[in-house]
């Protein structure tokens, strides 16, 4: 009978713990109507095990605005997780990773880099950083892609 009492307990520690490991890996992604590039990303982060909350606008440029993205660090779609913003094609490696980063307000890859997650062009790959802004209003470069 105990053993089976803390083996209930384990269990519900269990999910509890799986339970909040989904809870995390939702993002909201903002795009417009006909941005197939923002699809394709979509894609990209729930093949990695995201789960997304897909809002299409109709002005993209207010959405970055209230969500506090400068302008320097524009792509297309904005995703929000845990209250950080994600701008543009991002690796979903990156978006995990800015849980370690809470002193960021959130990361972008501007522009559309050919070769980021959702913008592949056969073997197209330019080179592309992965950028912070700090709450301080600084940038930080966090990654640059591809790897070695
Ligand atoms: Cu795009």
Known sequence: MRTRLRLIALTALLIGGFAQAADSLTIDVHRDANCGCCKDWIKHMESNGFS???HVE??????KQELGVPPQLGSCHTA???GQFIEGHVPAAQVLALK???DLLGIAVPGMPMGSPGMEYGDRQDPYQVVGLTKEGELEVVAEYPGN
């Open 52 to 54: 997304v909350n897909d």
């Open 100 to 102: 370690e980063r809470p």
């Open 58 to 63: 109709a002005n993209m440029a207010t959405v």
């Open 80 to 82: 929000v997780i845990n």
